[in-house]
């Protein structure tokens, strides 16, 4: 820990941790036990060196930018984003709120060459763009969790990852575009209107595995205990990786799923964007906890469910609920 200051504001305190940042590069005995240790401390890394092609995040970005920049009439015809298109403001089906504006996909190729018709004016580059870039997260997810599988010394050192290679996988994916305010009140950023501006607010990734990499404007905080937040500092070259409610289920309880949020009160004149993968099973995954994680000492904290199952529950939920409670074990 490097400082801690209380928020006035909501009584939180936001300290300035230094979250754990892996080296992809690295010998890989060493990585994968580090990825595992950072599991359990903060369900929550940075890798660098992942070997995500530089160009591959440009055209994404820049796809992006253009679209985020048009006018509402012209976003707005990309459909609600319920569950599925653009969303402004609007999070979700149950009243939450954020200053943020999205675009909500799932990862199937066909889907999104249809969805890019509406979207983009060159639909064919759009759709390269978001396909291209899904690919690549795609093939980082699985290596990251084949290394979690090594590290935790499974016999099937591939049962997270098959699940996200399935055909049959529910993954999504989503860019975010947090626009710069313009505010008098925002000198000081100690000003209630200004702190308090939530652009996502706090919640738990439901599914496996999320990949996160943002422009360069930060915004992104995790909360590793009640009240506590600490600021993740954007990195426009690495990706930022969270542990979701299923991969916390699998490991019964072992890894974190990490509670996160946005916040956009930038004090620089940009605007945050970001692209968030969810590595995400099939709809009829079973999700148990695997049995090399059960012990007599530690006994089985969830039931078992199906991803499709925690999904209907989650989408009758608000954002901030915490939906891994409904399916303890007793
Ligand atoms: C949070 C993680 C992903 O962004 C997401 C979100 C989804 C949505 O935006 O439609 C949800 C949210 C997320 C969890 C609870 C429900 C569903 C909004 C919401 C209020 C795409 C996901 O899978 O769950």
Redesign the pocket.
């Known amino acids: 820990m490097v400082a801690a200051s209380p928020n006035p504001i909501h009584n939180e305190k936001i300290e300035a941790i230094e979250l754990p940042i892996i080296d992809l590069s690295a010998e890989r005995s060493q990585v994968r036990n580090l990825i595992v240790k950072a599991c359990e401390d903060y369900g929550f890394f940075k890798v660098i060196n992942h070997g995500v092609p530089q160009d591959i995040v440009a055209k994404l970005e820049e796809q992006s930018l253009s679209f985020f920049a048009k006018t509402m009439a012209e976003k707005q015809r990309a459909g609600p984003?319920i569950?599925l298109g653009y969303?402004c403001k609007t999070?979700?089906?149950?009243g939450?709120m954020g200053e943020v504006e999205y675009l909500?996909f799932n990862t199937n190729p066909i889907s999104i060459a249809q969805r890019s018709k509406t979207i983009s004016n060159e639909p064919t580059k759009f759709s390269s763009a978001v396909s291209g870039y899904i690919e690549a997260m795609k093939d980082l997810a699985c290596e990251i969790l084949d290394l979690i599988g090594e590290g935790l010394w499974v016999p099937d050192t591939s049962v997270f990852s098959r699940m996200i290679r399935d055909v049959e996988n529910d993954s999504?994916f989503?860019l975010n575009h947090y626009p710069h305010h313009v505010n008098k009140d925002c000198t000081n950023n100690m000003n209630s209107s200004c702190s308090s501006r939530v652009g996502f607010g706090a919640?738990n990734?439901?599914?496996i595995l999320t990949l996160l990499r943002s422009n360069d404007v930060g915004g992104l905080q995790i909360s590793p205990q009640d009240g506590v937040w600490v600021p993740a500092p954007s990195d426009p070259t690495a990706f930022w990786v969270n542990v979701g409610d299923l991969l916390q289920a699998m490991t019964n309880g072992r890894f974190v799923s990490v509670r996160h949020r946005a916040l956009n009160n930038s004090s620089n004149s940009q605007s945050r964007m970001s692209m968030?993968y969810?590595a995400t099973p099939p709809l009829n995954a079973c999700i148990n906890a695997l049995p090399e994680m059960v012990t007599p000492e530690k006994p089985r904290l969830y039931k078992p469910f199906t991803w499709g199952e925690y999904k209907n529950t989650?989408?009758s939920?608000?954002?901030g609920d915490t939906r891994l409670n409904l399916f303890r074990a007793s």
């Open positions: 984003a569950p969303g999070i979700g089906f149950n939450d909500l999504f989503r919640h990734d439901p599914q968030a969810f989650l989408y939920l608000r954002l």
